[in-house]
Structure formats: structure tokens, C-alpha cells
């Protein structure tokens, strides 16, 4: 089967530095994206990698290992704004996206 | 670019009535549409793909006499859900795929239907 896994919930302090990883096994890939849900919004795009290596983008980067079906997101200068869920999704060989359940980052002051 | 808005936003109807919720490309033109489900503390569930001009493929478990869409234009996808229960009370997501636009196979959401049924 396909399967995404990601920690459940992660706490952080304002201006640290935080790693949200996700593990996956999917028929198949054609990328991988990180989305970030605000509590009653919809999800808005962050990043997507289909290479290995690291992707930066400001305050947030993507890394990606293909062999090991391994990928993180790293978010640098917390703000109290980034706390949010951080969902990551696998594109299959179908094109399809399959979701992991989401880590909820918490950020405390 | 790429925008893609929803219909209404929330909603309260009572158990056994039908829903319509709307989901607009406001800025391009989407072949493709995807309707998702989401449970509160749970991750995006995805009901059905809507193809423009044919009949929606449905995943497994979800039915699709329940859930009705229809995908008659470019810009516009429906989702209705008929005879709604309690149970039905959720948060409805769609988003769109923009292949000239964005990382390849991106998804760009609407800001989803709050549905509570009653």
C-alpha cells in the first residue's frame, strides 16, 4: 500500500529553527510537495521537489532523498505566524496525490 | 494567477436536504478538478477526481450517488451532497491542477465549504 508518515505534532520556540520530517512509500514518484494549513483555511503551497538534494525558498527549505523515501522541511526565524499544520504529499505514478496526515507546528513565544 | 474560489464557505442545512457547493478557476481554465473531505484533526481526503465534459472517477468508499459532481465547463466544478446526514459534516476542499503553471502536477486550492449538518 502507499503510505505517508509525518510526526503528529511538534512544538517550537519564536525564532528557533525547526525540522519537520516525512517518510514515504508510494506505487511510484513524481514529486513531492509541502503545503501549509492554516486552522480552517485551505492548504497553500511551499515547496515541491522531484531531485534529490535541498530546495531554499527565504526562511523555508525543502530536502529530499529519493533512496531512502525521505524528506524534510526545515523552517528557520520561527514567527508566531508559522504555527500552522505542514502537510507533505506524494505525487504517484499516477500523478496522484497522496497525503500524509500532517504535523501540527506549534510556536511559543 | 491561478486562483480558485469556493462557494458558499460555510453552510448549516438540515439532515436530509441536499447541498450544492461550487468550485470556480477564476483565472484559467481546469480540466481537471479534485474534491477533497477533511475531518477535523485529519489530513485532506480525497473524494473524487472531476474531469471536464465526463463523468467523475470516484476513490474507493465514497459514493458517488451521495456525492454528486458535475464538471460541465472549464471554470466551474460542482460538488452536491444529497440527503445530507450529520455525519457529512465536514470541510469540502477543491482544488485544480495548472500544468503550465507552478511545480508540475501542482494543486491550487480553493478555501473550502464548512458544511454542518443538523
Known amino acids: 500500500g502507499q503510505n505517508i508518515d509525518q510526526p503528529t505534532e511538534m512544538t517550537a520556540t519564536e525564532g528557533a529553527i525547526v525540522q519537520i520530517n516525512c517518510t514515504y512509500q508510494t506505487s511510484g514518484f513524481n514529486g513531492l510537495f509541502w503545503y501549509q494549513q492554516h486552522a480552517g483555511e485551505a492548504p497553500t503551497f511551499l515547496s515541491y521537489n522531484v531531485l534529490d538534494g535541498l530546495e531554499e525558498k527565504g526562511r523555508f527549505s525543502s530536502f529530499l532523498s529519493r533512496s531512502k523515501g525521505y524528506s524534510y522541511l526545515l523552517l528557520k526565524e520561527l514567527q508566531m505566524k508559522d504555527s500552522a499544520s505542514y502537510l507533505c504529499?506524494?505525487?504517484?505514478?499516477?500523478?496522484?496525490?497522496?497525503w500524509g496526515a500532517g504535523t501540527k507546528l506549534i510556536i511559543k513565544p | 494567477g491561478a486562483v480558485v474560489s469556493q462557494h458558499p464557505s460555510w453552510v448549516i442545512c438540515k439532515s436530509g436536504t441536499s447541498v450544492k457547493i461550487e468550485c470556480r478557476s477564476l483565472d484559467f481554465q481546469a480540466t481537471t478538478m479534485f474534491w477533497y473531505r477533511q475531518f477535523p484533526k485529519q489530513s485532506l481526503m480525497l473524494m473524487a477526481t472531476?474531469?471536464?465534459?465526463?463523468?467523475?472517477?470516484?476513490e474507493q468508499g465514497v459514493e458517488k450517488d451521495k456525492f454528486l459532481i458535475n464538471h460541465a465547463s472549464l471554470t466551474l466544478s460542482t460538488l452536491t451532497v444529497t440527503s445530507a446526514h450529520p455525519e457529512d459534516s465536514s470541510f469540502y476542499i477543491c482544488?485544480?491542477?495548472?500544468?503550465?503553471?507552478?511545480?508540475?502536477?501542482?494543486?491550487?486550492f480553493g478555501p473550502g465549504t464548512r458544511l454542518t449538518v443538523t
Open positions: 482544488s485544480a491542477r495548472v500544468p503550465s503553471q507552478g511545480a508540475p502536477y501542482e494543486q491550487y
Open positions: 504529499a506524494v505525487s504517484d505514478s499516477n500523478y496522484q496525490l497522496i
Open positions: 472531476s474531469n471536464e465534459g465526463s463523468k467523475a472517477t470516484y
